[in-house]
């Protein structure tokens, strides 16, 4: 018996030491990283996500305003963090699909540095005229453009924006020369284009179509794959330009090297979030759609997304400021 006793002491003591007390994920509060200022899109978003996951986690996740960089500051600061979960990126388009290629270099390795969680949102823009283009659809509008080259413009919320990618791929596709009018930002943007100082813009499905509804602009089409359930009488670019899709989509990722479980938590989390008819009526009334994923389908997109958008960069020979 007494034999036995220390046998086991012994090879308890030879356990490493995650194996006699591995804690609960997550045991401390969550810090969810936004690279953006506070009181933009994103980070609305992402108060929104804070608290019920918080809720189904049991910690409080606080949303960490990281902006500057085009971005970068917030992704780097998610990318040097501690490989335990308990700090996420909200992420856009721009610090893992956008900026490798709009910039010379950026502060992380976009692939190896983070660990993808699971999709958030797809937010459709929308195709919108000023109502003096004599254009009823896109069709009319690519004739347009190829029969007037460089005489009409498209705004955009800045270089590098999804308004500007987006205006971009209409041009890449169509092979039409439309000039491009960067503003800083969609407020300024709208107002010329609902003034006629520009002729079109691709941009916010929740901002341009309220004044399409009554008449102050002509839309023309939504820039998913697909017709919106947010808008379904407008056709999608994709009809006229097959493969047209210029959604910009949010995500969530953490830091590289994060236990296998604790993705798996949140990733489950995060879902269950997502998939609540409540929380997606909530977002469809902001003009958006919960796009839940795994964390392999989310590792394909972003790839994808990369690809394509490099390719368009290129093409327009686009560069950050």
């Not at 006793?5 to 045991?27: C, F």
């Not at 901002?207 to 839309?219: E, S, T």
Request: aromatic share 4%; no cysteine.
């Amino acid at each position: 018996m007494r034999l036995h006793r220390r046998t086991l002491l012994a090879a308890t003591a030879a356990l490493p030491l995650p194996a006699l007390a591995q804690p609960a994920y997550p045991s401390r509060p969550l810090r969810m990283v936004v690279p953006f200022a506070a009181g933009g899109s994103a980070d609305a978003s992402a108060r929104m996500l804070a608290e019920p996951l918080g809720v189904a986690l049991g910690q409080p996740v606080v949303v960490d305003n990281r902006p500057g960089g085009g971005a970068t500051i917030g992704a780097q600061a998610v990318a040097r963090a501690a490989p335990d979960g308990l700090t996420l990126l909200y992420g856009t388009p721009g610090p893992q699909i956008i900026n490798p290629w709009l910039m010379r270099s950026v502060p992380y390795d976009p692939v190896r540095d983070f660990a993808p969680v699971s999709g958030y949102k797809r937010a459709p823009n929308l195709f919108a005229v000023h109502p003096s283009i004599p254009a009823r659809d896109v069709a009319d509008l690519i004739a347009l453009a190829k029969a007037q080259p460089g005489r009409l413009s498209f705004a955009s919320s800045g270089i590098g924006s999804s308004s500007h990618l987006a205006g971009e791929l209409l041009k890449f596709m169509a092979q039409v020369d439309i000039t491009h009018v960067p503003y800083r930002g969609t407020g300024p943007a709208l107002t010329d284009l609902l003034g006629g100082t520009v002729s079109m813009a691709l941009d916010t499905l929740s901002i341009l179509l309220p004044p399409a509804r009554v008449g102050n602009l002509r839309a023309l089409g939504v820039t998913t794959p697909q017709r919106s359930a947010l808008a379904p009488d407008l056709p999608a670019l994709a009809e006229t330009l097959p493969g047209f899709d210029a959604a910009p989509f949010n995500y969530i990722a953490t830091t590289a090297g994060t236990p296998a479980p604790a993705i798996a938590r949140l990733n489950a989390a995060i879902t269950g979030i997502l998939n609540d008819p409540a929380y997606r009526a909530r977002m469809e009334a902001l003009g958006e759609e919960a796009t839940p994923s795994t964390p392999e389908e989310l590792a394909a997109t972003i790839a994808a997304e990369s690809a394509r958008w490099k390719q368009v960069i290129e093409a327009a020979g686009i560069r950050a400021e």
